[in-house]
Nanobody
């Protein structure tokens, strides 16, 4: 079992950028694909993207391609979510998650076994 902890959330103006981090202490970090999800106020949690075990491949929700980038550093047990050109509709709690799958099959919550508690991102207009 691994424990995940997100950081980097906050308030940013529309058009700005923010980078979220997720740490997962332990020696098994590289055994997992790492995903990001978000839950906007009053909405269900939705898939943002996932990075493969080695970090050489990524897969994103179509609506977020080009603005969001996921990367990881296995030496530091960190995964990142770089968010650019943020919009008010990006306001949400962002969660990182760890699981065994990568690609389209990893675009659902059930594909992930471990979750962080989330970090709030607020985008003001």
């Amino acid at each position: 079992q691994i424990q995940l902890a997100e950081s980097g959330g906050g308030t940013v103006q529309a058009g700005g950028s923010l980078r979220l981090s997720c740490t997962a202490p332990g020696r098994t970090f590289s055994n997992y694909a790492m995903g990001w999800f978000r839950r906007a106020p009053g909405k269900r949690r939705e898939f943002v993207g996932v990075v493969s075990w080695s970090g050489d491949s990524t897969y994103y929700a179509d609506s977020l391609k080009g603005r969001f980038t996921i990367s990881r550093d296995n030496a530091k047990n960190l995964v990142y979510l770089q968010m650019n050109n943020l919009k008010p509709e990006d306001t949400a709690v962002y969660y990182c998650a760890a699981g065994p799958y990568f690609g389209p099959s990893a675009s659902v919550e059930g594909a992930f076994h471990y979750w962080g508690e989330g970090t709030l991102v607020t985008v003001s207009s």
